[in-house]
């Protein structure tokens, strides 16, 4: 897909690069798009385990672990496994991978850890801006990812966990610096009314 674009992406070829036969290739998938679809959905699946963790983040904990200046213990894990699944993420979200990819990895990931964050008030009533809302942080945070994944993963899965939780809470004129364990005024504010 990075070579060549995956519309240019021929069976011959991927039968070439894997060193197998069309004949091979045909009992297991029906034809490239087949192949790509297994591809993505093994990801969707992992990603979908760690979802359990994620549904049991509340505001709370978010500002707890950011309170101390750790970085949530999901999103570390999720930072791992985009690590891992790397260069086929780099390959599929990049110019010439599949433009159907990107927002259902948004809708999964970022859409459900934004969900997982809000109020209960607005998680079972959202309004039309709550919508937009969770569609604004989740399409930043596909960016995080994406732009991420484009560097070559340079920054460990901590530091971008943290990164990930500074921005969710960052605020028109606030520092931009990524600032760990340290608690602005409007930080211990919160973290009262939460509690």
Known sequence: MEERGYD???VNDLCERAD??????????????GLLAVLEDEVMADLDALQGRM???TLADMLAFRATGRPLPFLVELFD???????????????GGD???????????????VQNILHEKYRDN?????????AFYAAAYLGI???????GCPESSETMAR????????????????QVGRKSDEEKHQEQQVH
Not at 20 to 33: A, P, V, W
Not at 126 to 134: A, G, H
């Open 8 to 10: 240019a992406l021929t």
């Open 20 to 33: 197998t036969s069309r004949g091979t290739f045909y009992n297991h998938f029906r034809d490239k798009d």
């Open 55 to 57: 549904q049991s983040i």
């Open 81 to 95: 496994y985009l690590r891992e699944q790397s260069d086929f993420l780099h390959a599929v979200l990049g110019p």
């Open 99 to 113: 433009v159907r990819f990107g927002p259902r990895l948004r809708e999964a990931v970022c859409e459900n850890l």
């Open 126 to 134: 959202p309004t039309v801006f709550v919508e937009y809302y969770v």
């Open 145 to 151: 990812i994406a732009h991420w994944i484009e560097r």
């Open 163 to 178: 990164i990930a939780m500074r921005l969710l809470f960052i605020k028109p004129g606030e520092s931009i610096e990524l």
